[in-house]
């Protein structure tokens, strides 16, 4: 299990540094440096540090139930992670809320405006976690006497701030396009002035490559924080979506397929030497942690967000996501049931399901072991969605668990019995009753939290090998062979058949790579991205249909303008010189 102790003051601990905030606190009062002797230097500079993490990770500073650092928004549903989720998962075919939230819905049939609270919470969630980290960054910088014993340690805290700055500023330039840019050299009291979409770009790549850079080479990280892996794995997403970011004025495949490489070949242990984890399941369940930067095996997730059952708690990350797919039900159909301890957990929700067009990315390869752990039609579920606030009226994701691994080393070890078997010892799994975990002799009742183990990848190398893929099949980038052989990694992983050459090269290659990207990273903050990219989200493309987009059941267009969020009414008010994106 994890080592708390690893991460920077367990993440959530209270620091006396008044951080509650609203969306045009751009610029926080600066930290006074009187605080700061030489004798306290480093603990207090790793406490601050810690928020820059912790803001990614939990709402505010006295748990779930408690404060937020975005006053006036909900806790829960303002969490980084959370507030992502809503825009990029809840808009798309891959994710339906079903409870009638307010602003909510709106977002899951794609009818929002200005106005709706919950693109406010995400914009204001960016903008607070940005506010942070240049706070990190001004005290460090002139704001305090850096001791010659700890210069190291606090240049190392520099790049990681940049990092997960650049992390929410990715964020506002793929979801809302224009921004307010403020950076730690910006005065206090100055308001920040808005930057366009293309400007952003050209921003957030020079200073990615700065930090790619910058930062160390050698592969050590402390878990729970970020390395080069993840760093020059988000350049490589920026690059991936550089026409959509510049309007058609950049493409920079060969740059997404440059940088992917030079992450691939850090990357040859795990299964097979890919740099994979032998199995699909395991990176998302209760020890997934092992797969973590710095968690000591093999180093998947590229940048990812702890989360522990008693230090680090959210209504957010790993929780909602657990929480909101599964519920405690007895089906008719075959009597059969779900239950939420079977899962490792004792919350449930039973508030989010597939729609069927997502369920269809599947049905070709039934056996592919990244939807194994759904309930389907033989567990009582619709894959249609004609009812839509019936939790059952959709096939039931079961992605993220708070279940532990056991030994099973072998992706092959999926037995058509619905059994994993490894070390001559049966371990029950099934979507019936979703038990993987270390020792049949343990209750996995015993396991059931209410607050998950389970850190929440946010890039993984399976990406970095799809993107090296869709680099080629979109740009033409990087070679034929590798294209081909780094998507049949991840596939065989899953399970499932090789592609051939036709799937990269023939008519259909690039609805085959956005496919595929769709089995692999669902649920992982990419879908929405994925689709305006293909020109297949909004009007104006080829156009794709699910259920209820547009608020009707089969399915309606949406107006081209959608494929960017508004700047939210509160922001413009605040600052009428800021322009609204176009249609809102």
Known sequence: MKSINKIFSIFGIALALGMSSCVDDLNREPIDPNQITPENAQGYINQIMAKCYSGMAVSGQ????????????????????????????FTTDESKWIWPDAGVIDLVTNTWGNGNENIFGAYSRLYTHIAICNDF?????????IPADIQATVDQYKLEARALRAMSYYWVLDLFGNGGFVDETTEIGVKPVQYTRRQLYDLLVSELEDLVKAFPKDGQVIYGRVGIDGVEALLARVYLNAEVYTDGAVSAWQECSQHCENIIARHKDGWNGTGLVPAYMYLFCGDNDEYMPGGGGTNEILWGIPYDSQYIQAYGGSMFLCAAGISNLTMALNNATMTASDYGMSAQWGCMHATSQFADKFEDNPSDQRW??????????????????????????????NLLK??????????????????????????DNGGIYSNPADSIDARADNYPDTDLPLIRL?????????????????????????????RRRAGVADWNLTHITGADKADNILDERCRE??????????????????AGGDEYMWSWKGNEVNGRSINATMNLFPIPANVIAAQPEFNQNPGY
């Open 372 to 401: 194994m752990m759904w309930c389907k039609d033989q567990q009582g579920f619709n894959k249609e969605n004609t009812n839509f606030s019936t939790f059952t009226d959709g096939y039931g994701v079961v992605k993220f668990t």
């Open 137 to 145: 960054l001004r005290l460090v910088n002139g704001g305090m006497d």
């Open 521 to 538: 990273l669902y649920w992982e903050l990419t879908r929405r991205s994925d689709l305006v990219r293909h020109g297949k989200y909004a």
């Open 406 to 431: 056991g030994n099973v080393t072998q992706p092959g070890d999926w037995k058509a019995d619905n059994k994993w078997v490894a070390a001559n010892t049966t371990y029950n799994w099934s979507p």
């Open 62 to 89: 006295t748990g779930p139930d408690g404060s937020s650092d975005i006053s006036g928004l909900d806790g829960g549903t303002s969490q980084y992670t959370r507030a992502l989720f809503m825009l990029q998962e």
């Open 462 to 490: 399976a990406e970095v090998y799809l993107m090296y893929t869709e680099a080629y099949i979109m740009g033409g980038a990087g070679d034929q062979t590798k294209a081909l052989t780094y998507v049949n990694y991840v």
